[in-house]
């Protein structure tokens, strides 16, 4: 069977991506009215969701920016939220390495959760696929979300202080990651770390300036993977 066309894996990206617009929207929204409420200006919010685009950590940050912590906190806080991103990239890295420089540059800019989930699930059900076609298949996912990103963070800047209340939008939050995470669960491993990562992170929620997140990180990282070898060693 032959490969399909980049262009065909490129649309057929597109329309992965683009129900994710339903939860990307109001989420980029949110960030917008919250950050303005916070004192930055349309400027500086614009500026810090082109540069970061990466909505966790941007709320995680701002949260601590909000509340006088160190910048050395703010920072590393940020961080290892995304550290996550390090991860995505080198599960793509035997996707997506042999890709030209300035094709790898470009992904890298939107390896994004989503982009991601819904790449690495194409490519581990279509192996063969040259990697043209990953790379296709990869920007399609990110034309409907990434721009959709920047134009709703400027509406929620904008237009936020005239949202009814009653129109929450912080449910897009919870709903994104759980849209991505809960069909990422396919392994013992992949479940204990989800698990060991709520149940550490509300016992730990009363360490200041967001620690509790970092250390719940690093403890589901650890029993992931002494589960993953416990299994390997059965098997």
């Known amino acids: 069977m032959s490969a399909p066309a980049p262009r065909t894996c ?3 990206g597109f329309r992965a991506g683009l129900p994710f617009v339903i939860v990307v929207a109001p989420f980029a929204g949110l960030f917008g009215v919250v950050a303005t409420d916070a004192g930055l200006s349309i400027t500086e919010v614009m500026a810090f ?3 970061v685009i990466a909505g966790a950590a941007q709320f995680t940050a701002l949260q601590l920016m909000t509340e006088n912590a160190p910048t050395a906190i703010v920072l590393a806080t940020a961080l290892a939220v995304n550290l996550r991103m390090a991860m ?4 793509l890295v035997p996707h997506l390495g042999s890709a030209p420089l300035g094709w790898r540059v470009v992904l890298a800019y939107f390896n994004v959760d989503q982009t991601y989930a819904l790449s690495q699930a194409a490519y581990d059900d279509n ?3 040259p990697v043209t076609a990953k790379v296709a298949f990869f920007l399609g996912t ?3 979300i990434c721009p959709m990103w920047y134009v709703f963070t400027w509406a929620g800047a904008a237009l936020g202080t005239r949202i009814p209340p009653e129109f929450a939008l912080d449910f897009a939050v919870p709903i994104t990651f759980l849209a991505l995470i809960a069909p990422a669960l396919r392994t013992a491993a992949h479940v204990a770390a989800a698990g060991t990562s709520i149940a550490a992170a ?3 929620a009363w360490m ?5 997140l970092i250390c719940a990180g690093i403890v589901a990282m650890m029993v992931g993977a002494r589960v993953e070898t416990w299994l390997e060693a059965r098997a």
Do not use: D, M, N
């Open 208 to 212: 200041p300036a967001g620690l509790g």
């Open 10 to 12: 490129f649309w057929r």
């Open 127 to 129: 192996p063969t696929w």
């Open 49 to 51: 969701s082109v540069l």
């Open 88 to 91: 995505y990239s080198a599960a």
């Open 202 to 204: 509300l016992a730990l």
């Open 142 to 144: 990110a034309i409907p």
